[in-house]
């Protein structure tokens, strides 16, 4: 009987942390069954902010696909407030969003102090802003058009120097 109780119990566990988060290259549409629409919406920069289960979540889609994902913990008390996320919630976060891919963790050589990772195949990248508190998961195609978007502005500020 308790092995029972016990197995519900990780069960239970698994189906509640599978509908929390939101997955890389779900749809809009998947993202809003899952939390029953959005906060806010930052049209400028196309990100859809929603929470759930005390994280507040903020949503960037590419061709109506997920392609990045930010997970920040809100202090009850006060939601402007974030908590440090547990490693037990970030491997959670991250086993979900990999879709049976495994992170590696990504050595920084002491040059930054977050925590990185990318999958095996290097088609997902994630990182943990440690004085920040939050994790961001994206594909590889979003930190491509962000660093071309980046390299893009320093461009135009180096025009006519």
Known sequence: MKIKILL???LSTIIFQQQLFSRIDETREQCVRRYGGNVNYDEENNLF???KGGFFIVIHYFKNKVDAITYMKLY???ESITLPITD???DNIL???GKKRIWKVVDTKG???NKLWKTMEGDYYASYKLNENFLVISTKAYAARRKMKKEAKEDDRMKGL
């Open 76 to 78: 009850e008390e006060d």
């Open 49 to 51: 902010q929603y929470e």
């Open 95 to 97: 086993e979900v969003n």
């Open 8 to 10: 519900l119990i990780i």
């Open 88 to 90: 037990n919630e970030i």
């Open 111 to 113: 040059v930054s102090k």
